[in-house]
């Protein structure tokens, strides 16, 4: 239940080695070296904790990288104390970006948090497991106790982190706001008393100011650990809803099995361990026989893509995505489960970039009509460059866009 107060379960801990074992493969920083040998040994459930604001519709496989990480510590039986930012979302994290961002308002994030909250609890054990919203503590904090939180950190310290350093250097404007957010993702560890903190390798910053945070506030500073970032499938860029290159956790396996055909070549060894879960060893194995031509591309990401569809979906529908693959990308024919959208009732013409975005196949008219002057959408396999069509040239048929994304146009 959201803001309960959940104790970690009594388990026998297994031997230390065997624990890291489990947990060290696909990391990117443990700080301090020895922080997690330390207190794994101290051989009692620990509190591990990992923040989320939610800021977007949805979990990308990016995203799951982490969530994975903190299951693995639930297997053990460490205490999963995830932190719904509802509080600091409305402030905005500013790693990594060269301008102020857009605040959000409380409904947006309550609307995010459900949707999220919802795809989450398939990737994390019911239990052991503690979710909490940080507005629980920092929506009621005093003046008295705000000034106590800034106290903890100097503008120099705050200076030191690299976004801040160059945007100051460049008379790029900072708000205060954006300085409080690391101090307040600093005093949810406080709040929770977390032992361990995960997060991705952009947070490592942040992270490290929640150990000066609770040493400041009487407590143990926490173990920081970080997990690479997954590329895109643009191969070029973080996997991000906003950038349009990612995949989510909730996307039916065909369409993870097509996407991540569609990854670069050279980022399928991160791909492996990342989104596939193998262990590195494993992944350049297979990477080594790529580079060496005893095993092809192409097979390769085959393999990939079977494995990343059969994490979230299973290897019978993984199987069925590659199948669908096929008959689309080799025998050329129109998918079985194509999707459906109606037309408007009463009307002789239709705008195809308003179908195209009622039915989910472009995030805008403007993209739809950026597509059409490319060639990149066919009906019935036939491409168009006509915005408005008669309504009996689209009923009945079916539109694609691209090389994956099909619906079937319904007569009202």
Not at 76 to 84: D, K, P, T
Not at 283 to 291: H, K, R
Not at 307 to 316: I, K, M, N, T
Not at 345 to 352: A, G, H, Q, T
Request: charged letters at 25%; glycine letters at 8%; proline letters at 6%.
């Amino acid at each position: 239940m959201i803001g309960a107060n959940l104790a970690a379960p009594e388990v026998a801990m297994l031997p230390v080695d065997d624990q890291l074992d489990h947990l060290v493969h696909g990391l990117d920083t443990v700080l301090p070296a020895d922080g997690l040998r330390r207190l794994l040994g101290e051989g009692r459930p620990l509190r591990v904790k990992l923040g989320v604001d939610p800021t977007a519709p949805d979990v990308t496989l990016g995203w799951a990288v982490v969530f994975r990480l903190l299951r693995r510590f639930q297997e053990l039986g460490h205490l999963a104390v995830l932190i719904v930012g509802d509080f600091t979302a409305r402030v905005g994290d500013p790693s990594g970006r060269n301008e102020t961002r857009r605040r959000l308002d409380a409904d947006e994030v309550d609307a995010y948090a459900a949707r999220c909250l919802d795809m989450i609890g398939d990737l994390l054990l019911p239990e052991p497991l503690e979710i909490r919203r940080n507005a629980e503590w920092l929506a009621p904090m005093t003046m008295e106790g705000i000034l106590e939180l800034t106290s903890t950190l100097t503008v120099a310290q705050l200076l030191e982190r690299g976004d801040f350093r160059d945007r100051w250097s460049s008379q790029r404007p900072i708000s205060l706001v954006e300085f409080m957010y690391p101090l307040l993702q600093g005093y949810d560890s406080v709040a929770v008393e977390a032992d361990i903190e995960l997060g991705g390798a952009d947070q490592l910053w942040n992270l490290t100011m929640g150990r000066v945070i609770q040493e400041r506030y009487g407590q143990s500073p926490q173990t920081v650990v970080t997990v690479p970032l997954l590329v895109g499938t643009d191969g070029v860029k973080k996997m991000s809803q906003s950038l349009g290159n990612y995949i989510s956790v909730r996307h039916p396996a065909g369409e993870m099995f097509g996407r991540t055909m569609s990854i670069p070549d050279e980022v399928m060894g991160e791909w492996l361990v990342l989104a596939a879960g193998l262990r590195r060893p494993e992944a350049e194995a297979i990477m080594t026989e790529v580079a060496a031509a005893t095993r092809r591309p192409g097979e390769t990401k085959r393999l990939l893509a079977r494995l990343v569809a059969a994490r979230y979906w299973g290897e019978e529908a993984a199987a069925e995505a590659e199948a669908g693959f096929d008959r689309v990308f080799v025998g050329h024919q129109i998918p079985e489960d194509v999707e459906t959208v109606a037309l408007p009732p009463d009307e002789s013409e239709v705008s195809l970039p308003e179908l195209l975005e009622r039915a989910g196949l472009v995030r805008s008219r403007s993209e739809a009509r950026r597509l059409l002057g490319q060639g990149a959408i066919r009906i019935e396999g036939v491409p168009v460059d006509t915005e408005r069509l008669p309504a009996d040239a689209v009923a009945g048929k079916v539109v694609q866009v691209g090389k994956r994304r099909f619906v079937r146009v319904e007569a009202p």
